[in-house]
């Protein structure tokens, strides 16, 4: 059973607008999560993250929402750009960290 | 800073052969992780570091073993591979900032079981 769900699997954005990338969990001992970018035939990197503090977090053209009542997360970017295209998971800790739970990543797709 | 290294980029191993797999980071990070990612299934974690001579099982540990030879390096052995084995294994390391759960990951081995 899959703590951390992505439910689309891909997206597709033009360049300009807005993508919004979803993330639900059901464990709610979650109380920080994290967004990885993945270009092919590289590892991912990080690219930002929201402790359940908070409900809101933002780093330039990136924003990430949390909604701890309905255990949905999500990522907007504004502008999209064709940079952004690549496969994006989001992630949570467990137990400080000795443990990982990603999502099964959602492909974002920005045409020119 | 090199960040995170892994060797080898490609492999490709016949059922039953054995072969390590191996992780360095240069930013002297203590926690260290292998996972394997497949399709339509993010990343899993298969064994965990979290400093020298201390390694745990995560959620896919079975058909692998790991040592943690020092602070750096963190390798993943395959004793007896098997088609199952095939996958992108990527190693990752934490312990920038207390607190920090930022992983930064190496950039994979890609593994053919035949």
């Known amino acids: 059973d899959q703590q951390v769900k992505q439910n689309s699997p891909s997206l597709s954005v033009q360049e300009g607008r807005i993508s919004i990338l979803n993330c639900d969990y059901t464990?709610?001992?979650?109380?920080?999560f994290l967004w990885y970018k993945k270009y092919p035939a590289e590892g991912p990197t990080f690219l930002i993250s929201?402790?359940?503090?908070?409900d809101k977090n933002e780093d330039g053209r990136f924003t990430v929402f949390l909604n701890k009542s309905a255990k949905h997360l999500s990522l907007h970017i504004v502008p999209s750009q064709p940079g952004d295209s690549a496969v994006y998971f989001c992630?949570?800790?467990?137990?400080?960290?000795?443990?990982?739970?990603f999502g099964p990543g959602t492909r974002l797709s920005v045409l020119p | 800073n090199a960040g995170v290294t892994q060797t080898p980029k490609f492999q490709v191993l016949k059922t039953g052969q054995s072969m390590t797999l191996q992780c360095a980071q240069d930013?002297?990070?203590?926690?260290m992780y292998w996972y394997r990612q497949d399709p339509g299934m993010g990343l899993r974690l298969i064994y965990y570091?979290?400093?020298?001579?201390?390694?745990d099982k995560g959620e896919v540990p079975n058909g692998y073993n790991v040592s943690r030879l020092n602070k750096r390096e963190f390798s993943l052995r395959l004793e007896s591979a098997a088609p199952s084995q095939t996958s992108v294994y990527f190693c990752?390391?934490?312990?920038?900032?207390?607190?920090?759960?930022?992983?930064?990951f190496g950039p994979g081995t890609r593994l053919t079981v035949t």
């Open positions: 992630a949570a800790p467990q137990n400080y960290g000795q443990n990982f739970v």
């Open positions: 464990n709610s001992m979650f109380d920080y």
């Open positions: 929201i402790s359940s503090i908070k």
């Open positions: 930013m002297n990070h203590n926690s």
């Open positions: 570091s979290a400093s020298e001579g201390t390694t």
């Open positions: 990752a390391s934490i312990g920038g900032e207390w607190n920090s759960y930022e992983q930064y």
